[in-house]
């Protein structure tokens, strides 16, 4: 059971640069999430998809795009990116409202 | 909106200590309340969880009542272990929370158990 797949684990990125981050899960979920980790605040929303071709922005958004061609993937796409943007970024995904939401082992960036 | 109060920590403990890590939360309606845990390098994995009022979620020696009347859902274990050391959230999924799913969650606890 392959579940919530992220790649890259790890990518350093120079400020500026453009880059993707792929999310997949093989669990037929609806719903999928992007969620940045920071040190001393938890997990914060940036975007988040309940269905293929539905996308609607979270917490913090501002530097992100996301799309939803598939059920499976809901790749992050970072467009120029700053150093405030190094963290850590999870991809989540769940069958409905209140259930329960399955994580990707997380991608760490850093922006230089 | 909905919001999640935990301790922060770090909370570090000797093995076979007793442990309560405390959360409360504020939203509107009946939410589900979860556990989550994060151990090193690794995403957030479910822990436990309990979708109505007085439910008692458990799970490898975890516990958590949701108590609607002081809106608390602490975790606890009787005894923990060195293997126990971990980021531990709070979360609920309700009305007003974000993302597809309206989960919430709390800021995250450290907890390092010591042998």
């Known amino acids: 059971n392959a579940g919530v797949t992220q790649t890259p684990k790890f990518q350093v990125l120079k400020t500026g640069q453009s880059m993707t981050l792929q999310c997949a899960q093989d669990m037929n979920h609806e719903y999928m999430s992007w969620y940045r980790q920071d040190p001393g605040m938890g997990l914060r929303l940036i975007h988040y998809?309940?269905?293929?071709?539905?996308?609607d922005q979270g917490e913090v958004p501002n530097g992100y795009n996301v799309s939803r061609s598939t059920t499976e993937d809901f790749p992050l796409r970072l467009l120029s990116a700053a150093p405030s943007q190094t963290s850590v970024y999870f991809c989540?995904?769940?069958?409905?409202?209140?259930?329960?939401?399955?994580f990707g082992q997380g991608t760490r960036l850093t922006v230089v | 909106g909905d919001s999640v109060t935990q301790m922060e920590g770090p909370v570090t403990l000797s093995e076979e200590a007793f442990l309560t890590i405390n959360c409360t939360y504020t939203a509107t309606g009946y939410p589900s309340l979860f556990w989550y845990v994060q151990y090193p390098g690794e995403g957030l994995q479910l822990l436990l969880k309990a979708t109505k009022a007085d439910d008692k979620g458990s799970n490898k020696g975890f516990e958590a009542t949701y108590r609607k009347e002081t809106t608390s859902f602490h975790l606890e274990k009787g005894s923990v272990q060195v293997s126990d050391s971990a980021v531990y959230f709070c979360a609920l999924s309700g009305r007003s929370g974000g993302g597809a799913d309206g989960l919430t969650f709390g800021k995250g606890t450290h907890l390092i158990i010591q042998p």
């Open positions: 989540a995904s769940s069958y409905g409202w209140g259930t329960e939401a399955f």
């Open positions: 998809s309940v269905g293929a071709g539905i996308t």
